[in-house]
């Protein structure tokens, strides 16, 4: 079992910037890849970014690359997701997802465990 909590999102003037957090808890992390959606009001769930706890390697979905990056901190089992450069169509919940996936998993149904997630609104 993985239990992941998200925090860090809020209202945003665009152009800003913000620093999405994941704190993760549960067995032998190290198994897993951390994946970031977002799914905007009435839209699907959107990959965003994928890092391994084991290496760090990450890939990003080509929508974000450039103004979003992926990070994590082993010591405190944190993954973050930070974004630069906020636009409007950036406003949605974010959410952040566990899986044991080998390669690059950018499905939803993919990931075995998911967070609450966390709003982020970006006004113009």
């Known amino acids: 079992q993985v239990q992941l909590v998200e925090s860090g999102g809020g209202l945003v003037q665009a152009g800003g910037s913000l620093r999405l957090s994941c704190a993760a808890s549960g067995r032998t992390l190290s198994r897993y890849a951390m994946g970031w959606f977002r799914q905007a009001p009435g839209k699907e769930r959107e990959f965003v970014a994928v890092?391994?706890?084991?290496?760090?390697?990450?890939y990003y979905a080509d929508s974000v690359k450039g103004r979003f990056t992926i990070s994590r901190d082993n010591a405190i089992n944190t993954v973050y997701l930070q974004i630069f450069s906020l636009k409007p169509e950036d406003t949605a919940d974010y959410y952040c997802?566990?899986?044991?996936?080998?390669?690059?998993?950018?499905?939803?149904?993919?990931?075995?465990?998911w967070g609450q997630g966390t709003m982020v609104t970006v006004s113009s």
């Open positions: 890092i391994r706890w084991s290496g760090g390697s990450t």
């Open positions: 997802a566990a899986t044991t996936r080998w390669g690059r998993p950018v499905l939803p149904g993919e990931y075995d465990y």
